[in-house]
C-alpha cells in the first residue's frame, strides 16, 4: 500500500505595509493639520459674519483665539474616539504648550517687527559718525549716546563680574553651611527685586556726600548699574558652580592640588560655558535701563569719552529726550528715538550671540 504525501502549503505572503488608517488605533499624520484648518475657516466664517454684520474689517486676535480653542476641542474629541483617553490628553496638553508658545512669540516678534520697520528710517551714516552737539531739528547722530553707552556699560563689567565671580565661589565652596554665607544669600535674593530707580538714587546718594548735590558722571551711572548686575551674576555663576560634579574635585584634591588651584584648573573651566551666558544676560538686563542713568549720568548732546568728568549720554536716555523733547520737524525727532532703540536691539542680540560663542569654544571637550 502506498503513502501519497499531501503537498504542503506555502506559507500565505504577508500583508504588505499600508498608511495607517482612521480606524487603526492611531491618527494619521494629516488629521491634525486638516483639524486645525477646518477650525481655522469655522473662526473666519464666524468672524466674517460679523463683520459683515457690523461692517467693520475681520478682528485677526479673535480668528486666532477661537481657531485655537476650537482646535483643541477637535484634537482631543478625536482622538479620545480613536486613539483613547491617555493619548487624547497628550495630544490636548501639546496643543496647550504649543499654543502658549504661539501666544509668548507673538510679542517678540510684534517689537521686532515694530523696531525695524520704524528705526531703519532713522538710520544712516551720520546716526553713527555725529553727536547732536549745536543740532536743531533734522540731522545729527547718536554717536556721543553710543560711545557712553559702551563706557557705562562697560565699566558697570568691570566693578560686577570680579564681585559676584568671587562671591559666588565663596557660597559655593568655602561657605557651604556658615552663617554668612546665608545672609549673603539673602541679601543676594533682596537685591535682585530691587527698582533700577533704587540704584540710581543709591549711586547719586553716595556720590553726593562727597562732591555735593547736582553731580552727574558717568561712572555713577556705571556704579547704578554695577549694583543691578551684581545680584544676576551671583546666582547665575552659583548656579553653575553647583553643576560641577563633585567627582572632579576629589579627583583633583586625591592627586594633592590644593583647593584653590582646583577651582582655578578643574571647577571654573568645567563652568565657564554657563558663567559666560549668565554675565552676559547680566550685561543685557542692565544695557537698556533708563531711570537709574537720568539721575547718575544724566544727558548731554556732546562727545564724552571720560567717565570720571561731565554727563554723558547713553542709548536708552537718548532715546527716552529724542521722545520727550519734540521739536520741528517732530517727525526727526521720532525717527532717531526708533534707530537708537534699533541699535540698542542689535546690541544685545550682539552680546548674546558673542555669549554663544565664547561658550561654545570655551566650553570642557569631553571626547576620547
Known sequence: MTLTSTPTQSPAPTPTSQAPRITAGRLPTWVPWALLGASALLSLLIFGILAVADGSGINIAGVLVVTALAYLVLITIVSSMIEGRRKAVDRLVTGVVSTAFAIAMVPLISLGVTAITNGVAGLSAAFFTESMRNVVGEGGGALHAIIGTVLVTLAAAIISIPIGLFTAIYLVEYGAGKRLAQGITFLVDVMTGI??????????????????????????????????????????????????????????????????????????????????????????????????????????????????????????????????????????????????????????????????????????????
Not at 540710581?200 to 554695577?226: E, N, Q, T
Not at 531711570?291 to 554723558?312: K, Q, V
Not at 541699535?343 to 571637550?365: E, H, Q, S, T, Y
Open 195 to 368: 527698582p533700577s530707580i533704587v540704584a540710581g538714587l543709591f549711586a547719586y546718594a553716595l556720590f553726593a556726600l562727597f562732591l555735593g548735590p547736582g553731580i552727574r558722571l558717568g561712572i555713577m551711572g556705571a556704579i547704578a548699574l554695577s549694583v543691578l548686575m551684581i545680584p544676576v551674576v551671583v546666582r547665575s555663576s552659583e548656579e553653575m558652580l553647583r553643576l560641577v560634579p563633585n567627582e572632579l574635585r576629589e579627583a583633583a584634591y586625591a592627586l594633592g592640588v590644593p583647593k584653590w588651584l582646583t577651582i582655578v584648573k578643574v571647577v571654573l573651566p568645567t563652568s565657564i560655558a554657563g558663567i559666560t551666558t549668565g554675565i552676559m544676560l547680566s550685561i543685557a538686563r542692565v544695557i537698556g535701563e533708563t531711570a537709574p542713568l537720568l539721575i547718575t549720568a544724566g544727558f548731554t548732546t556732546s562727545m564724552n569719552y571720560n567717565l570720571f568728568e561731565g554727563r554723558m549720554m547713553t542709548l536708552p536716555v537718548f532715546t527716552y529726550t529724542q521722545f520727550i523733547n519734540q521739536g520741528i520737524p517732530a517727525e526727526a525727532y521720532i525717527n532717531r528715538a526708533w534707530a537708537a532703540a534699533l541699535v540698542l536691539i542689535a546690541l544685545v542680540m550682539a552680546l548674546n550671540i558673542l555669549a554663544r560663542l565664547i561658550a561654545r569654544i570655551f566650553a570642557p571637550k569631553f571626547g576620547r
